[in-house]
């Protein structure tokens, strides 16, 4: 299953050439994120209070073309490989037909004191 997810760059998003600054990225990533696994019926408050969170343990990225002030862009996110403690995701940005940037983000399930769980069932499904 994939997932979509749409934002505007603002002027906070850019330096002073009007171009996105590059760890603005990994944010925009992560909202999609939020929103996929929101989209799975997840309840990461609900999660935390039982002692587990989400934490991302590896980022490959590439960055093809600038995004700007004022566009419109789409974070594509989908799952590549699930295990009973990892997630690995593929995560695009795109501005319409253009692809702006490229990223696998490896994410594992910890408890309180930083020992990795299992993941919930609805990755795992």
């Not at 998003?13 to 799975?40: M, Q, W």
Request: net charge negative; aromatic share 12%.
């Amino acid at each position: 299953m994939s997932h979509q997810f749409t934002l505007r760059v603002y002027y906070e998003d850019t330096d002073l050439a009007g171009i996105v600054y590059y760890a603005n990225y990994l944010k925009f990533i992560e909202r999609a994120r939020s929103e996929y696994v929101r989209a799975l019926g997840i309840d990461q408050v609900d999660m935390k209070t039982q002692g587990l969170v989400f934490a991302v343990s590896r980022v490959e990225a590439d960055y093809i073309q600038p995004a700007k002030y004022d566009d419109e862009l789409r974070v594509a996110t989908e799952i590549t490989n699930a295990t009973a403690a990892r997630l690995t995701l593929a995560q695009q940005v795109w501005r319409g037909e253009v692809l702006l940037f490229d990223a696998c983000v490896t994410i594992v399930c910890l408890d309180e004191t930083g020992r990795p769980q299992r993941l919930p069932a609805a990755f795992r499904a």
